[in-house]
């Protein structure tokens, strides 16, 4: 196998120069804000510090960058905006520290996109694992989408700056306060503590749960895992704080441990995403690169090869589905895929019916196999399936065609050892009597009875011989015995034209083998003496685990040769043998039938 | 003479065995398998056996099988292999591997008493016989490129008549010639088949072996 480049050259022109761009884009995005406002005091965690600032930035920035990467790599659709969301909410408190900025921009960082920031999190945690699709997890998300909402919509029509004693540098009058009775900012401070600890508690719920599944150092999905428990501590403690400390200043310790534990969870999950975006795109062009080294009619079991190949699991089965069940491999053999230690199953579907599936090493992981399988490669391996069940069905074929031929041959033989035993022991036993008899005759005198008895005596070796020569039709036990190259030498002895045989060095075969070759011979002969040819030379050897027979017969003094048909009975016998036939012309006029029998 | 008898088909042994007795030749144990035989004949310590060729187990060539340990272990024993097949593979089998004292005789050859008594006494004294429907086949075969080719057709009856069994003696009084006249076919067919040097009894065996092979 040669090293193939990892990304294939054309790929990265594609696509290279829109990621670029967009990266570009991301990153000047937050700029003017942190430039046009108070440098990096701009940034809400700035206040921390300058390095908190860099990485506030570039945590926002990465957010922005992955769903980017994600939109653009392939990966699920909403991964990539939830990330871009997520990355815009991410710098909802900048918004709200823009002094100069619209009341009503500032509101809205200060009262949407803040509390909106885990609840996009928690969000794009499950959609990377692929939680947010199940039943529970649906239910997960719109309970904290409209908790966040509800949440908002409260805080923001009830909130007065100069009412929070705990926000020192909330000077500005909110414009969406509407209902100054309308519950005390309090009571939802404390609903937004509830819901920011119970957004937590999902959050690390989430996380964990899949770590179990996926360990950061297996899958990039196990880093994003990683990151959402980092962001679900943090938010935990944001919502103790928020009961416990109200008063909200970076320059306090657990203000300061939220904000950097927030920073580098999210910083992960971000970093989690983007290399989410770029394992999955170098799935994909793994598998685009299978779907393009397929040609029209693969050989079976190259769709196998070059999965294995992908994958690097040279140990990974495709096992194809049968219609009136069991499972094959692509040849058609029998297999039975099994998930033993180390070992998994993981089936693939098409049309909503399983066609295969696929055992690999438990380090391939399951559901990005199953989902990479895109529809040219299904189509690809049901192909293959179906071309597999047809090679089963032949085999299957051939099996019965074999063992009716096996049949007939045993049977041919039991008759032969009847005959031999049985009615040749008869006779011989009459023929002794008839001896006795005669020569107690011809000792008594009896010149009448003597002469008779010897009739009866030739009829009876007549008959003897006879009887050897029709059991040796059936089956000659010099075949059995000794061997195909005795057996030929005999039937050689036998044939009315003179026939070489050369079969030096060919041992003992499979009886079905020799009976094969012994027969194919026996009815060449018996066509060539029919037809009056002059002479036969018939080579046996065997190699390559096949036994190679071939029988030359030489033109005849008429010139009329039969053409070059084989007969029909040597077809069907060869082919029952599983092996090849065929009848070329010579150039000296005669003919050569070349039969090859497998014999391994 | 002491011989023993070992065929397993009832029937025929009796015959045989009665035949033998009718022809005066002492049969000394009558056995039905390859087993049994070789313990009789360790017993008896006979002259020669009659063995049929297929018997119990595996009724295959327990015979020729019987005949090479009994001629390996008592060389004082002849053994003629009695058999149901004019097979020339398996005549050339067993005097490949046993050169003296060897018989390969088609069944019906027990009832010819004067044939059988010859075969007995030729397997005693250490030649080897084939049986005369055998050596007719062998000589009947056509082909385009005879190693006996160059042999006239009377050394090749000589030839046939050596595979038989037959001493230059009776030979001669087969085809009505001198003893003479034999000894120069003799020489003849030695010659052409490249066994000048080779000594007598060995030489006639390495004949019948090269009409056996052609």
Redesign the interface.
């Known amino acids: 196998m040669s090293p193939s480049p990892r990304f294939a050259p054309s790929t990265l022109l594609r696509i290279g120069p829109p990621i670029a761009v967009l990266i570009g884009a991301m990153l000047l995005l937050p700029i003017p804000d942190i430039r046009g406002s108070r440098s990096t005091q701009g940034l809400a965690f700035g206040a921390i510090g300058p390095i908190a600032a860099v990485l506030d930035l570039a945590t926002g920035q990465a957010l922005l960058v992955a769903g980017a990467m994600a939109w653009l790599l392939g990966v699920r659709r909403r991964v990539g905006l939830l990330s871009v969301l997520a990355g815009v909410a991410w710098f909802g408190p900048d918004l709200f520290a823009l002094e100069q900025a619209e009341p009503v921009v500032r509101a809205i960082g200060r009262f949407a996109l803040v509390p909106l920031l885990p609840a996009l999190l928690l969000h794009l945690a499950m959609a990377v694992s692929g939680l947010d699709d199940r039943r529970r997890g649906r239910i997960l998300l719109v309970a904290a989408y409209l908790g966040t909402a509800i949440v908002a919509v409260g805080t923001a029509i009830t909130y007065k700056a100069f009412q929070d004693g705990h926000c020192l540098d909330c000077v500005w009058s909110n414009p969406l306060l509407v209902a100054s009775g309308l519950g005390s900012p309090r009571i939802w401070r404390l609903a937004a503590a509830a819901l920011v600890i119970g957004m937590g508690a999902a959050l690390v719920a989430v996380g964990w749960s899949e770590l179990q599944v996926s360990r950061p150092w297996r899958h990039p999905r196990g880093v994003v895992a990683t990151g959402a428990v980092g962001v679900g501590a943090a938010t935990l403690l944001r919502g103790v704080l928020l009961v416990l400390a109200p008063q909200e200043s970076f320059l306090d310790p657990p203000w300061a441990a939220w904000a950097l534990i927030l920073i580098g969870g999210t910083l992960l999950l971000g970093a989690g995403v983007a290399a989410v975006a770029v394992a999955t795109w170098r799935w994909t062009e793994r598998m685009r690169r299978i779907v393009d080294s397929l040609e029209a009619a693969p050989r079976p079991g190259t769709l196998e090869m070059a999965l294995a190949r992908a994958l690097g699991d040279p140990t990974l089965r495709i096992a194809y589905t049968l219609d009136p069940g069991g499972m094959v491999d692509a040849t058609g053999a029998p297999i039975e895929p099994k998930a033993t230690s180390g070992r998994s199953l993981t089936p693939l579907e098409r049309a909503g019916r399983r066609i295969a599936v696929v055992e690999h090493g438990s380090q391939v992981e399951r559901s990005a196999l199953a989902e990479a399988f895109g529809p040219t490669l299904l189509v690809a391996l049901d192909n293959e399936r179906l071309r597999a069940a047809r090679l089963a069905q032949l085999a299957e074929l051939r099996a019965s065609r074999a063992r009716i031929v096996a049949v007939g041959d045993a049977e041919r033989r039991r008759l032969e050892r009847d005959l031999h035993d049985g009615v040749q022991q008869q006779l011989l036993s009459i023929l002794f009597d008839l001896r006795r008899a005669r020569l107690a005759a011809e000792r008594g005198g009896d010149v009448g009875r003597g002469p008779q008895l010897a009739v009866a005596e030739g009829r009876a070796q007549a008959m003897i011989d006879e009887l050897r020569r029709v059991a040796h039709g059936i089956h000659p036990a010099v075949l059995s015995r000794s061997g195909l190259g005795p057996a030929l030498a005999s039937l050689a002895e036998d044939s009315p034209l003179p026939v070489e045989v050369a079969a030096d060095g060919v041992g003992r075969l499979p009886e079905a083998v020799e009976a094969a070759a012994y027969q194919v011979v026996a009815e060449t002969v018996g066509v060539a003496a029919a037809d009056g040819a002059e002479a036969l030379t018939v080579t046996v050897a065997v190699g390559g685990g096949m036994l190679k027979v071939g029988v030359t017969r030489e033109p005849s003094a008429g010139g009329a040769t039969s053409g070059a048909e084989v007969p029909v009975r040597i077809e069907d016998r060869v082919g029952a043998a599983g092996g090849t036939v065929i009848v070329e012309a010579l150039p000296t006029g005669g003919t050569l039938l070349r039969v090859e029998l497998p014999c391994a | 003479m002491r011989v023993i008898v070992a065929e397993d088909?009832m029937?025929?042994r009796e015959?045989?065995v009665?035949?033998l007795a009718?022809a005066g030749v002492a049969v000394v144990a009558g056995v039905g398998d390859g087993d049994a035989l070789l313990a009789a004949v360790a017993i008896h310590r006979p002259d020669a056996v009659l063995v049929d060729i297929?018997m119990p187990p595996t009724?295959?060539?327990e015979g020729l099988v019987a005949a090479g340990l009994i001629r390996t272990a008592f060389p004082g024993t002849g053994v003629v292999v009695l058999s149901?097949?004019?097979?020339?593979?398996?005549a050339l089998?067993l005097i490949e591997q046993n050169p003296e004292g060897v018989a390969y005789l088609l069944?019906?050859r027990?009832?010819d008493?004067a044939g059988l008594l010859d075969a007995l006494r030729r397997v005693i004294d250490g030649e080897t016989v084939v049986d005369p429907t055998i050596v007719a086949?062998?000589l009947g075969?056509?082909?385009?490129?005879d190693p006996l080719a160059t042999l006239t057709d009377r050394e090749r009856e000589v030839l046939g008549l050596v595979a038989e069994g037959l001493s230059n003696r009776a030979i001669a009084t087969r085809l009505v010639v001198t003893d003479r006249t034999v000894e120069t076919h003799m020489t003849a067919i030695f010659g052409k088949l490249g066994l000048e040097e080779t000594p007598d009894v060995h030489r006639r065996v390495l004949a019948v072996l090269t009409l056996l092979r052609a």
């Open positions: 088909v029937l025929t015959g045989i009665r035949l009718d297929r009724h295959t060539d149901q097949y004019v097979e020339p593979a398996w089998q069944k019906e027990v009832m008493s086949r062998l075969r056509k082909r385009r490129h």
